[in-house]
């Protein structure tokens, strides 16, 4: 059963209420179009272009994933036509629209159902990029929730092979601000426990009309702890993670951190490091020129010996 837009908008004071006493984070109050989109329905500048066939310089694609509340068109208008520029072959999902009274997500955010599914709808795209490039191995850069999906992919849906990491689907892994270890969405998710306390079921409502990812994205969450049971990295991958002391999303932002296990490598980066002068806050960091750049050098280290590092 899905909602009409007409029935959505009788959501948006729900939703208000909501972020008034903590239970959405501010990006979530304006609630998606009506029409949910499907995969490469919406035209992306230098982005799923199926014919592409990477090259020597750059031998792997790279898929883009989103995250929650913005789709892909919104989150890469900057870094697609950047890494097409430099020679890659640049491919991005839209995911996680699906929902209804039993799903949750009412309204159809983009990444707003299970991560566990939007990881599946990873998958199957991966597999399809892999076919069409005739490649074995991409590289994946994923925004906020993106990264967290990605990390699920890796770790469960045969990203990363577990039995000889030479046959993993993914080489590179750049997150942007991702929910790693959970967020408690700057001061939200301490508000919606109050609200709790005093009979409110913040948790339960927002499930309903904002998706399961929001509250598998709270720190602490059963999802969350599931995922980092077994560490925070996968054999054989290399991970750039990219933080911003003005994430006021992804709270606190050195949460997005990894640790790297057997057989990984991890650089936590902060955007403001070495410019402590960049105001980039949670969604700039898909746009950002300082961000891009630690983007580009993560998959092409001879990028940076090219270009001049941005301040």
Not at 93 to 98: K, S, T
Not at 162 to 179: M, P
Request: overall charge negative.
């Amino acid at each position: 059963m899905r909602m009409s837009w007409g029935g959505k908008a009788h959501l948006v004071v729900f939703v208000g209420l909501l972020a008034c006493i903590g239970g959405v984070p501010a990006q979530a109050q304006v609630p998606p179009g009506p029409s949910a989109f499907a995969p490469d329905s919406t035209p992306v500048v230098a982005m799923n272009d199926w014919s592409c066939r990477p090259s020597v310089a750059h031998p792997r694609p790279v898929v883009l994933v989103h995250g929650t509340g913005a789709d892909m068109a919104e989150t890469w208008r900057e870094l697609s036509p950047s890494l097409s520029a430099e020679g890659y072959c640049v491919f991005g999902l839209d995911y996680g629209r699906q929902g209804g009274v039993a799903e949750g997500n009412l309204m159809e955010r983009p990444g707003g159902a299970d991560i566990v599914e939007s990881a599946q709808q990873l998958s199957t795209f991966i597999d399809r990029v892999r076919t069409a490039t005739g490649t074995p191995q991409v590289d994946v850069v994923g925004h906020s929730q993106g990264g967290v999906v990605t990390r699920q992919y890796l770790r469960f849906l045969g990203g990363a092979d577990h039995s000889n990491s030479s046959l993993n689907k993914v080489h590179t892994v750049v997150t942007l601000g991702a929910t790693n270890h959970g967020t408690t969405f700057g001061t939200t998710q301490l508000l919606g426990g109050i609200a709790e306390a005093f009979g409110v079921p913040v948790r339960a409502l927002a499930n309903v009309t904002l998706g399961q990812s929001y509250v598998q994205q709270m720190a602490g969450s059963p999802f969350l702890h599931l995922l980092n049971a077994g560490g925070d990295t996968d054999p054989g991958v290399s991970y750039t993670v990219v933080a911003s002391r003005n994430d006021t999303v992804s709270t606190p932002p050195e949460a997005t951190f990894l640790s790297a296990g057997p057989g990984a490598n991890v650089n936590n980066v902060w955007v403001q490091d070495g410019c402590s002068s960049n105001t980039a806050a949670h969604d700039q960091l898909t746009t950002d020129p300082r961000a891009v750049y630690i983007i580009q050098r993560a998959l092409d280290p001879a990028y940076g010996d090219r270009n001049p590092a941005p301040c």
